[in-house]
C-alpha cells in the first residue's frame, strides 16, 4: 500500500513565476492538507480539500490556490512566486472522520532564486 | 489562537539515556495530539496520536503523555540510541466541531543522541 506521494521532489523557479505540486493521497484517504515549512520552522496550515473542495485555509494570500480531483489527489499552485515562498511544501492525508491521524508525504522542496 | 510551545529546542545526549520532549499548547480545546518524526530535509513521520480523552499512547520505547487542561504533552523516549536523532515535532489539532481541524505544529525539538 503506497503511501501519500508527492511531486516533483525538489524545483527552482524565478521570482514572478507560477509553480504547481502535486499529491497523491494515501489508499482510502478523502482529505489532503497542504503545509508549508520554511527552515527551522514547524509546518504552517495552508488549506485543506475535502469532496473537492475547499474545506478550510490558513492565512496565505490567494496566491495559494489549489484543487483535488475525483480520484482524491490534489494540486497547489502558487502564482507570482517571491523569495519568501521557499520552503518545503508537505501534503497530508486522512480519511473524512477527523479522529484519525494525519499522513505525511516527503514533501516537495522549492526554491525561488 | 492557538500557540503550540516545544522545549527545549535542541536536546543532545549520550546513547542510551532516557529522555523527555515537551510540547505545551495554550488552547485546551484540541481534538487530538500528533507527536511526529522528521529526518533532515524529508517529511513527517507519525510517531503517536493521542485523543483528547486519552491520557497517553505507547509504541515501542515511546510514550506520550498527554495533560489537556493544563496544556501539556510530553514525549518519554527510553534507551535512546543514534538512530533516534531527529527532529520531533508537537502538533494539535482543534476541536472546532463539524469539520476537520487543521494542525498546528510546535517548533520541534532537535535530538542528537551520541554513540
Known amino acids: 500500500d503506497a503511501g501519500v506521494t508527492q511531486s516533483p521532489t525538489h524545483l527552482i523557479k524565478t521570482r514572478g513565476q507560477q509553480v504547481t505540486l502535486r499529491c497523491s493521497p494515501k489508499?482510502?484517504?478523502?482529505?489532503v492538507s497542504w503545509y508549508q515549512q520554511a527552515l527551522g520552522q514547524g509546518p504552517q496550515f495552508i488549506f485543506q480539500?475535502?469532496?473537492?473542495?475547499?474545506?478550510q485555509r490558513g492565512n496565505f494570500p490567494d496566491r495559494f490556490s489549489g484543487h483535488q480531483f475525483p480520484n482524491y489527489s490534489s494540486e497547489l499552485n502558487v502564482n507570482a512566486l517571491l523569495l519568501g515562498d521557499s520552503a518545503l511544501y508537505l501534503c497530508a492525508s486522512s480519511p473524512g472522520d477527523r479522529s484519525h491521524e494525519q499522513y505525511f508525504g516527503p514533501g516537495t522542496r522549492l526554491t525561488v532564486t | 489562537k492557538q500557540e503550540v510551545t516545544q522545549i527545549p529546542a535542541a536536546l543532545s545526549v549520550p546513547e542510551g539515556e532516557n529522555l523527555v520532549l515537551n510540547c505545551s499548547f495554550t488552547?485546551?480545546?484540541?481534538?487530538?495530539l500528533q507527536w511526529f518524526r522528521q529526518d533532515p530535509g524529508k517529511g513527517l513521520t507519525s510517531l503517536l496520536l493521542?485523543?483528547?480523552?486519552?491520557r497517553e499512547q505507547t509504541s515501542g520505547r515511546l510514550n506520550a503523555s498527554l495533560d489537556k487542561s493544563s496544556g501539556r504533552s510530553t514525549l518519554y523516549i527510553a534507551a535512546s540510541q543514534p538512530g533516534d536523532s531527529a527532529t520531533y515535532l508537537c502538533?494539535?489539532?482543534?476541536?472546532?466541531?463539524?469539520?476537520?481541524?487543521?494542525?498546528?505544529f510546535g517548533k520541534g525539538t532537535k535530538l542528537s543522541v551520541k554513540p
Open positions: 480539500y475535502y469532496e473537492e473542495e475547499e474545506r
Open positions: 489508499s482510502g484517504h478523502d482529505t
Open positions: 488552547d485546551s480545546a484540541i481534538y487530538n
Open positions: 493521542i485523543q483528547s480523552s486519552q
Open positions: 502538533a494539535v489539532k482543534g476541536d472546532y466541531g463539524g469539520s476537520q481541524g487543521n494542525l498546528i
